[in-house]
Antibody, heavy 116, light 109 residues
Framework: QVQLQESGPGLVKPSETLSLTCTVS????????WSWIRQPPGKGLEWIGHIYYSGSTNYNPSLKSRVTISVDTSKKQFSLKLSSMTAADTAVYYCASFDFRGFDYWGQGALVTASS | EIVMTQSPATLSISPGERATLSCRAS??????LAWYQQKPGQAPRLLIY???TRATGIPARFSGSGSGTEFTLTISSLQSEDFVVYYCQQYNNWPPAYTFGQGTKLEIE
């Protein structure tokens, strides 16, 4: 059973960069695509992007210009950076695993607020 | 972008009844469709993938059907813990641009 845990600051100033890390435990980092998904308070889910253990990435076209996802296989971690944060980026950010059957394992989520 | 539209937004229904939730894609996604359940304060949980295959540990009262652009999630006999929010999601594109529906909330009538 794969377990995922997000970590990072819960408050980011507008115009600055969000940085989150997801740690993978009890599973092989080579088995899945590793995704970031976000959910603004009271709203629906939005896929941000994913990375394979090889470093290959795909991003949501609507966020592509501001997103970078990276992986550190030695630490079994993958990370999200979202630049030029605004209030509209305030959301719970989830990391999740994807294997072409859907997102089957999720972290508990990290609330990140863009505010000065 | 493939737009996923769920209906209804809210379904008022009684425990023990059968619930039917709909999801429509703006273009064909084949059978590359998943359903998720989300309880308040929790991450979504995968219920169904491949439009009709239950994920591990999901009770048999949950079933999925459909292909192409029209999909249905059926909950055969509602339990109290089922009155939460459900999302559909397509994963048909490559390169991927996975998209979710806006959700259907089940509420007790």
């Amino acid at each position: 059973q794969v377990q995922l845990q997000e970590s990072g600051p819960g408050l980011v100033k507008p115009s600055e960069t969000l940085s989150l890390t997801c740690t993978v435990s009890s599973g092989s980092i080579g088995d899945y695509y590793w995704s970031w998904i976000r959910q603004p308070p009271g709203k629906g889910l939005e896929w941000i992007g994913h990375i394979y253990y090889s470093g290959s990435t795909n991003y949501n076209p609507s966020l592509k210009s501001r997103v970078t996802i990276s992986v550190d296989t030695s630490k079994k971690q993958f990370s999200l950076k979202l630049s030029s944060m605004t209030a509209a980026d305030t959301a719970v950010y989830y990391c999740a695993s994807f294997d072409f059957r859907g997102f089957d394992y999720w972290g508990q989520g990290a609330l990140v607020t863009a505010s000065s | 972008e493939i737009v996923m539209t769920q209906s209804p937004a809210t379904l008022s229904i009684s425990p023990g009844e059968r619930a039917t939730l709909s999801c429509r894609a703006s273009q064909s996604v084949g059978s590359n469709l998943a359903w998720y359940q989300q309880k308040p304060g929790q991450a979504p949980r995968l219920l169904i993938y491949g439009a009709s295959t239950r994920a591990t540990g999901i009770p048999a009262r949950f079933s999925g059907s459909g292909s192409g652009t029209e999909f249905t999630l059926t909950i055969s006999s509602l339990q109290s813990e089922d009155f939460v929010v459900y999302y559909c999601q397509q994963y048909n594109n490559w390169p991927p641009a996975y998209t979710f529906g806006q959700g259907t909330k089940l509420e007790i009538e």
